[in-house]
């Protein structure tokens, strides 16, 4: 038995061991607070980073890099938070993630370091999707409106002007494409999140709502089946769309638009800064504007962007906040601008001259932002989104039609509805 | 050699490449730059061999940090897996 | 008697095997049986009552019935798919020959990547824009448009099982391969001295014999491709029009995306129980061999 216990015992102390090390945190001299974001390609966030540190000796701002798929990091801190881990002391949040972090108790309410003077100074589509019961819960960094992307250089030399309604993108795209190598319409049509924005997009300019005032879904109304009639329509009727796309997140819709591959894209305003770097191919070539409409509807750009909220299982919510309100004042937000693309959430930011010399369409993007429209601020938003991927997915796959999709969504987004009918429902849209 | 075996050879070859083809391709990319992956036609070797992607994960990451905590979950799981089984060849093989 | 007189009387080794597994088992009850418990206590106690209408509603979800299908559709056709492969390496591989060594440890490459990182291979090689294979069939005028390999509901089902038949099917190969390393070779010339074919020496002597080795391949493989999630998630996220919507990733939704956290651990524990009864089935026909 005892030589046993030399092989034994040196085996165990040695695995306890591996374990004791492996879990002891590193020892700081000062406070590191963490976050989770997508790789921080452009540097923005080191450059943020390292002024708030010079400021602010002593605290430590660590970004935790995560994949680029925004439904992946919320996986990633929902998995934390249920758990009540402190390792986020803030949150980066997904404007759509507000309602249901918040419903959870996961955020701290920042209503009163964040008093509503502060509040006036950022886009009110902002501010709003960031409220919800009352509290205000997140402080707005980037915010983001679905714009289209058109090849100028391609529009010109047919002598054609850029579309403003549905029918007018269709025939445009449908005259100036040349598949299988250039196409005329790409957007991000895979089953995400990203599809959802996507569609509402084309919902809203049809005049469609999601849900209405009675807390009822209103996805079978005509335009509603219009809706999800041109998007089937462009890809097996108009054929203006590749099929590829429903395998497309934004970094894939914006590799076809880039390598000069389809004459019109939709995507977020962050493309515009890549479209414009050295190594495009379309440098100098793209125009931007809002989203087209349905003759007598006005045209609509979904809501996105991002913002800190406060983890509730943070040990430093102090120095998490100062370093949140940091991020969101005006000093960081044009470096994020500068460096990263996209658009600003405060409202001075968008007639700074800096930026305006970067991207001219400052104004224009400013106007969409303005009426941006949120999607439905409701803690169940992740599910009736679900509802919504599915079905347009469905149409896009021609796995379903277009009136049998609206009808099928609208019944399940009810169920999810009055299944979940209690206190803070604000449902708008 | 018997036609047998030279068909059993044949065969283990087509399978072993058929095996290791994502592997080589993944290793091919790998030492592709930026552009060269992106573009059609594609060719198996790098036309401009780059190491700036082995670089990058190093540089843009804490990758080796990563490395060694799949070395210590690896090791811990396994030595703790095999103590019966080792207790049973010690015990009984001596 | 004292305790540890009592336990020798079992087995003279009892108290030093304890000891031995005793860290294995801590860890086991700490990562494995705790949350498990949490999970049974979670999918009662969901709705801050206990309650059992998280079962009741699993019943009738349409969504959770049809991943069901879905996965067990996939689990059939890829395991086939694997044995036949699987059984093709091991009989290429049971005689001894030069190379045997190098040519196992080529074939064994596939099983031993990671799920996720080959799933982010499959993806760059199937893409439809850049992807090797489309621009492969193109170049040589096989196909006049690209194929949507991941675009299109059925490929995308069909390349998922593809890409899961080339990373299992050695392991298969490797547990078949002993069976048929432990077939004595006399009964073979035995059965030839006899008359019989190569057919029938294969299903009289080759597919007994190897019995409980498929039966053991089966178990590990039906289970762990019912539970498959790490490809999918990669390769096409729950796929075109949900079309390669698994039942994990359908409870992974329910769960982190949704926060359904009660509703996510009853379907777990109607997954639990599937594959429970399946595990059980197949150790019942192994049982009866021996």
Not at chain 1, 125 to 141: E, N
Not at chain 1, 277 to 287: F, P, Y
Request: charged residues 20%; proline residues 6%.
């Amino acid at each position: 038995m005892m030589k046993k216990l030399y092989i034994v015992l040196p085996t165990c102390a040695f695995i306890f061991l591996l374990f004791f090390f492996s879990c002891t945190k590193q020892k700081d001299e000062g406070i590191t607070i963490s976050f989770l974001d997508a790789e921080d390609k452009s540097g923005a966030w080191a450059e943020v980073i390292q002024r708030f540190e010079k400021n602010n000796p002593g605290i430590h701002v660590n970004l935790i890099e995560g994949p680029a798929s925004t439904n992946t990091r919320q996986s990633q801190y929902a998995a934390a938070l249920l758990a009540g881990d402190s390792t986020y002391d803030l949150i980066y949040l997904d404007v759509i993630w507000v309602a249901k972090f918040a419903e959870a108790g996961w955020l701290v309410p920042l209503n009163d370091r964040f008093p509503p003077a502060m509040r006036d100074k950022y886009l009110p589509g902002d501010i709003q999707a960031s409220t919800y019961d009352g509290q205000i819960w997140r402080v707005p960094i980037r915010t983001d409106g679905g714009m289209l992307y058109y090849r100028k250089d391609l529009l010109e030399n047919a002598d054609v002007r850029p579309p403003e309604t549905f029918d007018q993108l269709v025939s445009e795209a449908e005259r100036l494409q040349a598949p299988p190598d250039l196409w005329g319409f790409v957007f991000m049509g895979k089953q995400y999140e990203g599809l959802t924005c996507a569609f509402l997009e084309v919902l809203r300019g049809y005049g469609g709502g999601v849900i209405g005032s009675n807390n009822e879904c209103l996805l079978d109304s005509p335009e509603s089946i219009a809706a999800f009639s041109w998007m089937h329509d462009s890809v097996f009727k108009n054929k203006i769309v590749p099929q590829a796309v429903r395998t497309y997140e934004e970094n894939e819709t914006l590799a076809a638009f880039l390598s000069g591959k389809s004459v019109f894209m939709r995507n977020w305003p962050y493309a515009w800064k890549v479209c414009q770097e050295q190594n495009s191919a379309v440098r100098g070539k793209v125009g931007i504007m809002p989203m087209v409409h349905a003759p007598g509807e006005s045209s609509s750009a979904t809501l996105g962007g991002w913002g800190f909220g406060v983890s509730t299982f943070s040990q430093h919510k102090e120095e998490a906040w100062k370093f949140a309100s940091y991020v969101g004042g005006p000093e960081a937000q044009k470096i994020f601008a500068l460096k990263h693309g996209g658009a600003p959430s405060l409202k001075s930011l968008c007639k700074d001259p800096d930026l305006l010399t970067l991207n001219p369409h400052y104004p224009e993007l400013y106007e969409v932002l303005l009426y941006a429209e949120p999607r439905p601020v409701n803690p169940h938003y992740p599910e009736i989104s679900d509802v919504i991927q599915r079905h347009v997915s469905a149409v896009l796959t021609d796995t379903e039609a277009p009136e049998d999709a609206a009808h099928a969504a609208t019944e399940e987004i009810n169920v999810i509805l009055k299944r979940n009918s209690e206190k803070g429902d604000s449902s708008r849209g | 050699m018997t036609r047998g075996k030279w068909l059993t050879y044949i065969l283990l070859i087509i399978l072993v490449l058929f095996s290791l083809a994502p592997f080589l391709w993944e290793m091919s990319t790998s030492f592709k730059g930026r552009d060269e992956v992106m573009q059609l036609p594609q060719s198996a070797l790098p036309q401009e061999a780059t190491a700036e992607n082995y670089v990058g994960i190093f540089e843009r990451r804490p990758f080796g940090r990563y490395i060694l905590n799949s070395i210590l979950v690896a090791s811990a799981s396994t030595v703790l897996a095999l103590l019966p089984a080792g207790w049973r060849l010690i015990r009984y093989h001596r | 008697m004292t305790l540890l007189a009592r336990t020798r009387k079992f087995h003279p080794d009892l108290p030093f095997l304890l000891v031995i597994i005793l860290p294995a088992v801590l860890l086991c009850a700490f990562v494995f049986l705790y949350p498990a418990f949490l999970a049974v206590r979670a999918s009662v106690l969901g709705g801050g009552t206990a309650s059992y209408q998280h079962y009741g509603r699993l019943l009738k979800d349409s969504l959770f019935l049809q991943s069901l299908a879905k996965t067990f559709v996939f689990a059939g056709i890829s395991v086939s798919l694997e044995f036949v492969l699987g059984f093709g390496i091991a009989l290429l591989l049971a005689a001894p020959m030069k190379g045997r060594g190098f040519f196992r440890a080529a074939l064994l490459v596939p099983w031993v990547l990671p799920p996720a990182v080959m799933g982010f291979a499959w993806r760059w090689i199937f893409y439809e824009d850049y992807g090797i294979i489309n621009d492969i069939l193109m170049r040589t005028g096989l196909v006049a448009a690209p194929i949507p390999f991941l675009a299109d509901p059925h490929w995308a089902f069909g390349t998922i099982i593809f890409a899961d038949m080339w990373k299992t099917a050695p392991f298969v190969g490797v547990i078949l391969l002993a069976g048929l390393a432990v077939i004595p070779a006399d009964l073979y010339e035995a059965a030839a001295v006899d008359g019989a074919g190569r057919m029938r020496r294969f299903f009289l002597i080759t597919l007994p014999m190897l019995t409980p080795y498929i039966l053991t391949a089966l178990l590990f493989r039906l289970v762990q491709t019912i539970g498959i999630f790490d490809l999918v998630w990669v390769l096409t996220g729950g796929g075109p029009s949900s079309s390669t919507e698994m039942v994990s990733l359908y409870i992974t939704k329910e769960t982190f995306s949704f926060l359904n956290i009660g509703y996510g651990a009853a379907l777990s524990m109607a997954l639990f129980a599937i594959v429970l009864v399946i595990a059980i089935i197949i150790s019942f026909f192994s049982r009866r061999r021996y």
